[in-house]
């Protein structure tokens, strides 16, 4: 039986992979840059492994890898989250021949976690989404401030989660707020700001031939930070339109492998509007997998070459949490606490689902704790994990 490599073993969705394929019976290597991480204390982890940083030292990251891969036998290798994938996008075709895996086209994961592209993408498809502006240097700003209506977004044109986003209410806040950003990103995006509405994603698994082979719905139900920041509760729902209007806007990528787009409702229209395309696994993974649509144990199935039946149908109504950091900084913050639905203290009666703590596999809980206190040491660590 092929092994599976699982990379950044401190976020949630490689926990939730860890767990879904461990009780299938497969066995899971995970992999993080410290040994300490909750998926490598799954009962679902046969083995855990550290390596280096692939942010601070991307080249013996790449190193080690590819030496790890021929070690393992080519196993099914799943890379999860943005800085991985963005190395082992460049070395894409070295890659597929040392691991079973399922990628998308080289040129067409650029496009998708690129947010300037993903916009010109979708005004190419007509699929509705915010009016956004390249902004190289400061002068770029001057015709923004003249002729875009305040207020605005301004965000990294290459970034995930919430980290970088701004907004900016008035005129003269524009260029600090761009010099502020541009310290950390080369590239700044200004876009239309979209009233806040519902927010969605739509979690898609394309096989080889570009075909949908599971989709699943969720809609964000509790943010932190409050306004703008990733999802600490989702709920599964059915909005076939916007499986459509994704299916749509990905077309002309021709794409395989794994992918979520994001969208929110423009109260001014009721109609949603295309915010991005995330190339990988979404941190809120467990929600579908508890709902029904296994993305993990499909996906490896389909890097194996083995047939997989279409999965489209899953509960409707159950909701995941990240209560800890995630909910429970957003209770602490949100000035309407006692009118949360569901309440922070909630659980199967609510349909709640901790995507982290479970009776079944404690250990990442404790472990997940532990981290969260040593995070606690250093703050700006912390600011920008829980943005992820």
Request: glycine share 4%; aromatic share 10%; net charge positive.
């Amino acid at each position: 039986m092929n092994t599976v490599f699982i990379t950044d073993g401190l976020l949630r969705k490689s926990l939730s992979t860890t767990r879904s394929l461990g009780k299938q019976g497969i066995q899971t290597v995970v992999g993080e840059k410290s040994g300490f991480s909750p998926s490598g204390f799954s009962r679902y982890c046969r083995k855990r492994v550290t390596y280096p940083n692939p942010q601070t030292k991307p080249h013996l990251f790449k190193e080690w890898l590819f030496k790890f891969l021929q070690q393992e036998n080519q196993p099914v290798f799943l890379p999860m989250d943005d800085i991985i994938m963005d190395i082992v996008m460049k070395h894409r075709d070295e890659i597929v021949k040392a691991s079973k895996c399922l990628l998308p086209r080289k040129s067409s994961y650029e496009v998708a976690a690129d947010k300037y592209e993903t916009m010109q993408l979708a005004r190419q498809q007509k699929i509705d989404c915010p009016i956004t502006y390249l902004v190289r240097r400061v002068e770029d700003l001057d015709h923004i401030r003249d002729t875009a209506t305040f207020p605005l977004i301004i965000k990294p044109r290459k970034s995930s989660g919430s980290r970088g986003i701004r907004k900016v209410q008035k005129k003269e806040d524009l260029t600090p707020l761009f010099l502020e950003i541009q310290q950390d990103y080369p590239e700044i995006l200004v876009q239309e700001f979209i009233p806040l509405g519902d927010r969605y994603d739509v979690c898609l698994l394309f096989d080889q031939q570009s075909e949908i082979r599971a989709s699943f719905v969720q809609k964000e139900i509790r943010h932190f930070p409050v306004a703008m920041g990733p999802s600490t509760v989702q709920e599964s729902v059915i909005f076939d339109d916007l499986i459509e209007r994704s299916k749509h806007l990905l077309k002309p990528l021709g794409w395989s492998g794994i992918v979520e787009v994001e969208f929110m409702m423009d109260s001014r229209t009721n109609q949603p509007k295309v915010l991005e395309i995330n190339p990988r696994f979404w941190n809120s993974l467990d929600l579908a997998v508890q709902s029904g649509v296994d993305f993990p144990y499909l996906l490896v199935q389909l890097c194996l070459d083995k047939e997989i039946a279409s999965q489209n149908q899953y509960e409707i109504g159950k909701r995941s949490r990240w209560l800890f950091p995630g909910d429970l900084l957003h209770f602490l913050w949100n000035p309407n606490r006692r009118f949360m639905d569901p309440p922070l203290v909630s659980g199967k009666r609510q349909r709640v689902y901790d995507d982290t703590f479970t009776l079944h596999d404690p250990v990442p809980g404790v472990i997940w704790i532990l981290t969260c206190f040593r995070f606690l040491l250093n703050f700006h660590v912390l600011k920008n994990f829980i943005k992820r």
